[in-house]
């Protein structure tokens, strides 16, 4: 079936907006992973779904970050009160099964994110 | 704490030659290993992905060969082309949540 699919592809908003964004997984695939990408930090890890509980959250990297997954599909990372540091490509990726470290991710095209 | 190094973080080749991407890793703890290729502007396409059990793993003019005691990795490409000019990123899984820990690639161009 279709690949792993985010939306928008690019938002721009202005400092101080919330912003959410989406992420449709590979159908069948139990694991959810949201990683960042910006200029000199490469890409970082977020946070971990395994169904809809989230077992991993260690990379978020303030309270204003925020995430969640329904239905055991559709995940949503949120950002509150952005700062212009939050710039950056957000990249989801899914995996069959997250219990297994054997799993190949796939991942999806990204959002870019810019904050004015 | 796992890191991977990618070195250089550029490099630039005329068409046709045969070449080889380093990754190194800290902890040889690993359950596998991937390489990516992102296009400017794109997300990751996976290109290849060895388990911590195997010694290698090839795709088409592609070869990745994992040394997992050394920590080390290395993506062979054979006959280059200008369409292989892209960013190429290792990355491993380390812990039992199976996130990737990515090195910050290396930006590859093939000259006509």
């Known amino acids: 079936g279709a690949g792993v699919s985010q939306s928008p592809s690019n938002k721009v908003t202005e400092k101080g907006k919330d912003v959410e964004l989406r992420c449709d997984p590979i159908?069948?695939?139990?694991?959810l992973y949201w990683y960042r990408q910006s200029l000199g930090q490469g890409l970082e890890f977020l946070i971990y779904?395994?169904?809809?509980?989230?077992?991993?959250k260690s990379g978020l990297p303030s309270d204003r970050f925020s995430a969640e997954r329904t239905g055991g599909s559709v995940s949503t990372l949120t950002i509150q009160r952005t700062q212009q540091e939050d710039s950056a490509v957000y990249l989801c990726?899914?995996?069959?099964?997250?219990?297994?470290?054997?799993?190949?991710?796939?991942f999806g095209p990204g959002t870019r994110l810019t904050v004015l | 704490k796992q890191e991977v190094t990618q070195i250089p973080a550029a490099l630039s080749v005329p068409e046709g030659e045969n070449l080889v991407l380093n990754c190194s890793f800290t902890?040889?703890?690993?359950?596998?290993l991937q390489w990516f290729r992102q296009d400017p502007g794109k997300g990751l396409t996976s290109l290849l992905l060895?388990?911590?059990?195997?010694r290698e793993q090839t795709s088409g003019r592609l070869n990745a060969s994992l040394d997992k005691s050394s920590g080390r990795s290395t993506l062979y490409i054979a006959a280059s082309q200008p369409g292989d000019s892209a960013t190429y990123l290792c990355?491993?899984?380390?812990?039992?949540?199976?996130?990737?820990?990515f090195g910050k690639g290396i930006t590859l161009s093939v000259r006509p």
């Open positions: 990726a899914s995996s069959l099964d997250g219990k297994s470290s054997y799993n190949e991710q796939f």
């Open positions: 159908s069948g695939h139990t694991a």
């Open positions: 779904f395994q169904g809809n509980s989230a077992p991993d």
């Open positions: 902890d040889s703890a690993i359950y596998n």
């Open positions: 060895i388990q911590s059990s195997q």
């Open positions: 990355a491993v899984v380390t812990g039992a949540n199976s996130k990737l820990t």
